[in-house]
């Protein structure tokens, strides 16, 4: 098979593969362009291929084109976003892994792997516009998103109390705050009550999934953009402008990458921060809370987030205890959902029967609050007339629930059975010795009959 009839087999088979696709030889010409990179970059495969790379695109260089800089210094080039304009000068926003192709050390050519983030793109752009309108007070437009405090907590038991308890105590200064707590605890209500309660309540609160985005686009909205940063880049303030004054929510820290945690770190002990393409340092005075649903020692331990930043963050810590941590909350939490979703879906369902109740109190809550949240609201949901919540109403597998239930009272039946044994070995033993052995005297002392006690002492092998 000759070369021609080579690149054209596998123009074909990579025609059918979902990422984009762009292949360079050493002069930087295109030889292999397949579909879904004609479709990332709006353009035909005529268009690009045999065509030299610059011809193509307009603005891209040696130094802002990553397959060409891949063909230059030989190096893989890992998740760089780039933005460009392509052929008909449409704006082109990619997350590329360039590959240079090396035969007997002599770099022949780069293979570029693309995927479209033009859209997450425009959608972040969309968030930084929402977010500036829910930051300024003379806005016109109202933010609809709800502000939760301490009132709109729900919850007795001892660990949740000390939870609201150290909350209450963060409204009162600026330091930053780590919360730790398992999914649908509700780690962005404890944050907003934290803000709107707290010194800095009639600022920004602006909270931002450090999951939701990758790291490119996470850096810019944090942090901002000047225009000529990159081609395409406009001047734009980050979520640390916007929440100036105010606190930043940064929800999932630990899905921060450990690059993006030093950016974030360096801001924090400065107390500045730079735009992406910007030379100006622009300080900034926020309150961070970072919050995880995992357990900050296995975070460390994994290394998924700094040491010297979680020690930064980890001025106040605040663990949320587990719903299942939290026993007494549960019915509490159901009457509470009750009334919220008679009043959302016009129902007037009264209560909770006694066997859908043991069967909530019971069940093993992997999605916590919000889990609870939505099995009540399933049940109104399924509810015509009755004025009760059943079992049947419940989107519950209740063979698990019981299976757990079983367990618990083995192994509740066993801790008490040594529990009295132990407890009644103690006193059986006492009164022997403070009788002197006598077993007449021990048994009144004990307020049991003579033959009980020579039971039990031979039952215990006292």
Not at 245 to 264: C, H, R, Y
């Amino acid at each position: 098979m000759n070369t021609k009839d080579y690149m054209k087999l596998m123009q074909n088979i990579l025609h059918y593969i979902e990422d984009g696709i762009h292949v360079i030889d050493s002069e930087g010409n295109t030889i292999i362009y397949n579909k879904a990179m004609a479709e990332l970059e709006q353009m035909k495969e005529t268009d690009v291929l045999n065509k030299n790379l610059l011809d193509i695109f307009n603005g891209l260089n040696e130094e802002t084109s990553t397959l060409l800089k891949a063909l230059k210094n030989g190096k893989v080039i890992k998740d760089k976003k780039q933005t460009y304009l392509n052929k008909y000068k449409n704006e082109i926003t990619t997350i590329n892994t360039t590959i240079p192709v090396i035969d007997n050390k002599k770099i022949i050519g780069a293979i570029e792997i693309s995927k479209d983030i033009t859209k997450i793109k425009e959608l972040s752009e969309e968030i930084l516009t929402l977010h500036r309108e829910k930051s300024n007070p003379k806005q016109i437009i109202q933010s609809k998103i709800k502000k939760y405090t301490f009132e709109n907590i729900i919850g007795q038991s001892e660990k949740f109390k000390k939870a609201i308890s150290l909350a209450r105590k963060a409204c009162k200064t600026p330091a930053p705050v780590f919360i730790y707590g398992e999914t649908g605890t509700g780690k962005e209500l404890f944050s907003q009550s934290i803000h709107y309660e707290g010194i800095r309540k009639n600022n920004p609160f602006i909270a931002q999934n450090c999951a939701a985005l990758p790291e490119s686009l996470l850096e810019g909205i944090l942090f901002g953009t000047e225009k000529g940063g990159f081609t395409g880049a406009v001047s734009r303030p980050g979520l640390f402008e916007q929440a100036n004054k105010g606190t930043l929510l940064l929800d999932e820290i630990n899905s921060m990458t450990v690059e993006l945690q030093a950016k974030l770190l360096r801001v924090l002990q400065e107390g500045y921060i730079r735009r992406i393409g910007g030379i100006k340092d622009i300080p900034v005075d926020v309150r961070i809370i970072a919050t995880t649903n995992e357990l900050p020692s296995k975070l460390l331990k994994e290394n998924k987030i700094r040491k010297d930043l979680y020690y930064r963050l980890n001025v106040i810590s605040i663990n949320i205890p587990s719903l299942n941590e939290r026993e007494d909350d549960i019915i509490l939490l159901v009457d509470y959902f009750i009334k919220k979703y008679n009043k959302k879906l016009n129902k007037k369902v009264k209560y909770i029967d006694k066997k859908a109740k043991n069967l909530l109190i019971n069940h093993k809550w992997h999605g916590n609050i919000r889990e609870l949240e939505n099995t009540i609201y399933s049940a109104i949901s399924m509810i015509d007339s009755e004025d009760s919540i059943k079992i049947e109403h419940l989107n519950i597998d209740i063979n698990e629930s019981e299976e757990i239930q079983k367990n618990i009272n083995v192994s509740n039946e066993k801790c008490l059975d040594e529990l009295l044994k132990e407890i009644e070995v103690d006193f059986i033993t006492r009164a022997l010795i403070n009788n002197k052995k006598n077993i007449t005297k021990s048994a009144k002392q004990l307020g049991i009959k003579r033959q009980t006690l020579q039971h039990k002492i031979k039952k215990y092998n006292i």
